[in-house]
């Protein structure tokens, strides 16, 4: 028998949802402006089904929860920040655990 984690996995899954809302017009309602806080959930696992002989591991059966915020100070420019919280089936994965800071520019 393999080691656990060994296998490359023949079914892998996954699924995610995001809500979000611009809340500076309630604020601001002529501002070209944005402020758009958002929660994110995702499900996946990418060791389903490895194939006889190795062993699966659980690690890799994931949820992920985002939080974060977006300002926009023009339409095509954004400010971000978000925290991202990692559990899985093998145990908690606090070392994968991040803060993002970016900036987008679209032109």
């Known amino acids: 028998m393999a080691a656990k984690g060994e296998g490359i996995s023949e079914v892998q899954w996954?699924?995610?949802g995001e809500i979000a809302y611009d809340i500076l017009p309630a604020f601001k309602p002529a501002t070209r402006m944005g402020l758009v806080p958002f929660v994110r959930y995702e499900r996946f696992n990418t060791q389903e089904d490895v194939p006889a002989g190795f062993l699966a591991d659980e690690t890799k059966d994931r949820t992920?929860?985002?939080?974060?915020i977006n300002f926009l100070p023009h339409p095509?420019?954004?400010?971000k920040i978000d925290y991202r919280q990692f559990d899985s089936k093998g145990g908690d994965l606090p070392e994968l655990n991040d803060l993002n800071i970016g900036v987008?520019?679209?032109f």
């Not at 992920?64 to 974060?68: D, E, I, P």
């Open 64 to 68: 992920v929860v985002t939080a974060g």
């Open 14 to 16: 996954g699924w995610y």
């Open 104 to 106: 987008g520019f679209a």
């Open 76 to 79: 095509n420019v954004v400010f």
